[in-house]
């Protein structure tokens, strides 16, 4: 079910668990002309149609025709939703929501261990997103140009084109 990549990405499918129910009456259809057969190639097709792909910064939906993608800095809640046959299968649905949108991830084998690795995963970037903020190069007190300036009015006083009165006037709007 998973497979990790070395770009330290972890891709994981519906377990098969969550289509018991139609596997198990797609065995019993076999005898009835081979409906059975259909019905076990077209469960097995609905299940490998989804793949969610997990990496340090991002989580990916992916099907037949599109990809979601949820930066894990953006995810404000992630909840467990589970019926009665996927808790005795312990298989649950893993709900991921944001300001803007949600994300479901169907059919996850063991859901509560990989909720609480989302949630560390999640916290560790926020982490990191606050120490880069904090590590900011402060902005300079005075505005861009300003020590340009000053140095030509410095030049132009030093020239002898300035006088010393004005020289001063002006550099008291520099300070």
């Known amino acids: 079910m998973a ?6 990405t972890i891709t994981l499918q519906p377990s098969w668990k969550n289509h018991l129910l139609g596997y198990t009456l797609s065995v019993l259809f076999i ?5 059975g057969l259909l019905g076990l190639y077209w469960i097995y097709k609905r ?3 989804y793949s969610y792909t997990f990496s340090d910064t991002q989580i990916s939906s992916r099907d037949d ?10 995810i404000e809640s992630v909840s467990v939703q589970q019926s009665w046959l996927q808790k005795k299968a312990s298989i649950g649905d893993i709900k991921l929501e944001t300001t803007a949108t949600s994300m479901t991830l169907r059919g996850i084998a063991d859901p509560f261990v990989l909720k609480d690795m989302l949630e560390k ?3 560790i970037q926020k982490e990191r997103q606050k120490k880069k903020e904090s590590t900011k190069p402060e902005q300079p007190d ?3 140009g300003t020590m340009e300036r000053m140095d030509y009015l410095t030049g132009l006083w030093q020239q002898g084109l300035v006088s010393d009165k004005d020289f001063k006037k002006e550099k008291k709007h520099f300070e």
Do not use: H, M, W
């Open 3 to 8: 497979d990790q990549t070395s770009d330290k």
């Open 31 to 35: 005898p009835l002309f081979g409906v």
């Open 47 to 49: 299940q490998k149609k």
């Open 65 to 74: 025709k599109y990809q979601r993608n949820i930066d894990l800095i953006n």
């Open 121 to 123: 995963a999640i916290s």
């Open 142 to 144: 005075r505005d861009p």
